[in-house]
């Protein structure tokens, strides 16, 4: 009966999707554009500081897998970061460790990156 009242309604036994498919964009280019940007400038952030850059500089509130679906929509793949991070600038990592030779081991601290979130010191 379902096929038969489409042929009546319709003239096409063939249910077709009128308009746009899909949710609503939340980003809009420049957006996207200033993400890329973000990552290809440092490929080692992580999700979650991607939204609060977005927040602070762009005044948008998006989720982190809103974030993760755009840079995997506009072909960014944990391949091309691993290439990006690769293509450094080796010049300005020998200056970073000539400037940070002068400290001894004693005054630098560092922290795992991995038990590090902004509720932690």
């Known amino acids: 009966y379902h096929v038969l009242r489409l042929w009546r309604d319709t003239g096409d036994v063939a249910n077709h999707p009128r308009g746009v498919c899909g949710c ?28 609060s850059l977005a927040r602070t500089n762009h005044f948008i ?8 679906n755009e840079l995997e929509h506009a072909g960014m793949s944990q ?3 691993k290439c990006i991070a690769s293509e450094r600038n080796e010049e ?10 002068q400290y001894d081991a004693t ?15």
Not at 92 to 101: H, N, P
Not at 107 to 121: A, C, M, P, Q, R
Request: charged share 35%; glycine share 2%.
């Open 24 to 51: 609503v964009r939340r980003l809009e280019r420049e957006d996207i554009e200033y993400l890329l940007e973000l990552v290809h400038d440092n490929p080692d952030y992580f999700l979650d500081e991607l939204v």
């Open 61 to 68: 509130s998006i989720h982190f897998t809103t974030v993760f």
């Open 79 to 81: 391949k091309k970061l």
């Open 92 to 101: 300005l990592r020998a200056a970073f460790v000539a400037r940070m030779s």
């Open 107 to 121: 005054e630098i601290g560092f922290i795992d990156e991995v038990s590090k979130d902004k509720w932690t010191l």
